[in-house]
């Protein structure tokens, strides 16, 4: 099967470029057909290359051709297959099948149902390349081709002004987190003098000692491409505004895939930030306090993707938590969890949607436990993974980050702690969406339901959620063996009740009405706290004093820049030489005789005198 493996981009690439081409003259049918139809022979390659690997655990390396050559320098297109990229290759296959076929029915009366699919088919190629890449730079071109192709599927429909802001906002805040990795390779190859990602962990070995400043700046380079890319504070601003985009796409490029390449770029490059311990502090500080920046602003928001989006924030949060404190079998484990539950959750998201006439606000909605049962079941499977509760999915990957977290020397307890916390606002958001949405008065009445292109993706959805935790990845050669003794039984009880407790909050103050708390969220200093939340912790608006405004400034100022005064004279100057030569030529033979008549006498009379 390793010849096999350049077809698992390919297609769906070729599929791409198919629909571009030839959008015009193909029906429907064969568009869903082609979309979908790659993703799925994509999806069964993929299945029947792990199939193999799991009876024969053999890594490999595939080299296509040599992409260039300069000097010394040498980069190829080629695949690396591992436990790591077999995992990577079947959450990006296999749920993005489920969403490509989820998509023909959401998105079945859209005028731009090819371009739709077109980009969709070329994400798809792209992150498979960025996953499956030999080299920092093949990576790094699958990188790229990830951030196009949000750019052009957040803004996918242009018409509104807002999604092109959107689109525009997540191009360029994630071209900062792409500058600062691409000067991380530029040290790398300049100190390890390769980009291959095999090699750099065997010439790092040779060349640093652990706590050496070069692989400290390297992975802090690297930590911010991670960042950029995954949503982490400081640069998480443009994944909520990402919803603009339709919904299947928030659920597979901003939940399942996509955000979760800075997880995969850090976890690749392990052997690195073994030797920069500070860079793997500095990971997990990140995660946690984005964790709950992001779980304490999903808590006040109205509209239903963008608490999902701030949720994945937030889980992406305690996978760079995981890979900070060297669980990072844990953080891959997350990883897939998460793409199960949350693709569900916005998959359901999609659905309710679709049927409530593109109603966002889950305050006009209510009720609808009865009237799209398959939907509700869907969300009550995908809010208990999200909130760890026992035997879920979810459960296994967070119960195994907090309890490697505690085991950290020094700082353990207080990430753990933090950890919980994040766990509680967690249970308690993803809950309140499921008791206000699904339960009380219905203030919306669906339209139309769920048809079976939908149905069968929640389905399958549900069960990988439900059991996704029982799953065992392959990932023992890839990342070191972790030494960890189990903590005191009370840290795992107290990691258990903490989500149970959180739902029955949720439960007493959304549902049941019994704790009332009216009078302290109305009190003036929670109203502004409140606010604060909802605002985002007013990050955008900083960013907006900080930079957007000073940069509009300067760019007024040098449009009036007096250096323009000379280009403008030179303009003038040919304006008004052209206007009186146009008016010389007024078609009368007359005066063109004696104008030339006239210089001739002149040009004699000069030549007569230099004689």
Known sequence: MRELIGLIPLIPLLSSATLMLFAGHLSRF???????????IAAILTAKMGIDFLG?????????????????????????????????????????FLIHLFSTEFMEEDVSYARYFAYLNMFVAAMLILVMADNLLLLYLGWEGVGVCSY?????????????????????????????????????FTELGTLDIQALGDAAKDKWQVGDSMPLIACLLILGGAVG?????????????????PTPVSALIHAATMVTAGVYLIARTHELYLFAPIAMIAVALVGLATSLMAAFTALTQHDIK????????????????????????????????????KALLFLGSGAIIHCLHHEHNIFKMGGLRTRMPVTFWSFMIGSAALAALPMTSGFF?????????????GIGPWLWFGGLVGALLTAVYSFRLVF??????????????????????????????????????PVTQVFPLAVFEHPAHWVEYVSIAVPIVGVIIAYL???????????????????????????????????????????????????????????????????????????????????????MVFGLIVLLAILVRAS
């Open 152 to 188: 052009l599927l957040v803004g996918f429909w242009y018409q509104n002004s807002a999604n092109g802001y959107a689109a525009r906002k997540a191009f360029i805040v994630t071209r900062i987190g792409d500058t600062l990795m691409a000067l991380g390779l530029f040290l790398l």
């Open 229 to 245: 890319k995954s949503a982490q504070l400081p640069l998480h601003t443009w994944l909520p505004d990402a919803m603009a985009g």
């Open 397 to 409: 990957s967070k119960d195994q980050i907090l309890l490697q977290a505690y085991q950290v020397d």
């Open 306 to 341: 963008r608490i999902l989006a701030y949720s994945t924030i937030s889980q992406i949060g305690y996978m760079f938590l995981a890979l900070g404190v060297g669980a990072w079998t844990a953080g891959i484990f997350h990883l897939m969890t998460h793409a199960f539950f």
């Open 30 to 40: 064969a568009i869903g057909l082609l979309g979908v139809g790659s993703v799925g």
């Open 436 to 473: 206000v949405v699904f339960f009380g008065q219905v203030n919306t009445e669906p339209d139309k339901d769920t048809g079976w292109r939908m149905v069968i993706p929640l389905s399958l959805l549900c069960i990988l959620a439900m059991m996704g935790g029982w799953i065992i990845i």
């Open 509 to 595: 103050i959304f549902l049941g009405g019994q704790l009332k708390v009216d009078v302290f969220t109305n009190s003036f200093v929670m109203q502004k706290l409140q606010q604060f939340w909802f605002s985002g912790w007013r990050i955008d608006w900083l960013y907006d004093q900080l930079l957007v405004r000073p940069y509009y400034g300067l760019a007024r100022a040098l449009k009036l820049e007096p250096v323009d005064n000379f280009y403008r004279l030179v303009v003038t100057i040919s304006q008004t030489f052209n206007q009186w030569l146009s008016a010389g030529q007024s078609g009368q033979m007359r005066r063109y005789i004696t104008s």
């Open 56 to 96: 024969n655990p053999e890594v490999f390396k595939v080299t296509l051709w040599t992409w260039m050559q300069v000097g010394t320098f040498s980069s190829d297109v080629a695949f690396y297959f591992d436990g790591l990229t077999l995992v990577m290759m079947s959450v990006i296959t296999g749920v993005g």
